[in-house]
């Protein structure tokens, strides 16, 4: 069972794979990938503690191996 990951650990992951930090509006930080395929975007809110079912969402937007967050 997947359990809920701090916003910090998330970036770095994110980062980790290439992700960049683009944007904020409010609590919720918009990272963006650039490839040949396209640009793919994921917002992630910086909460103390990012819910599995964000993090499942996240992972979509992301298109990346979900082990990467949802280990």
Do not use: C, W, Y
């Not at 794979?17 to 930080?29: A, M, Y």
């Not at 599995?52 to 992972?59: E, K």
């Not at 937007?61 to 967050?69: C, F, I, K």
């Amino acid at each position: 069972m997947p359990k809920p990951l701090p916003f910090r650990e998330v970036k770095r992951r994110l980062e980790s794979v290439g992700f960049r930090q683009v944007s904020q509006r409010g609590s919720h930080i918009k990272f963006e990938f650039e490839s040949e395929d396209g640009t793919r975007t994921a917002v992630v809110p910086n909460h103390r503690e990012v819910a599995v079912g964000t993090l499942r969402s996240i992972v979509r937007q992301a298109g990346v191996d979900p082990a990467l967050l949802l280990e």
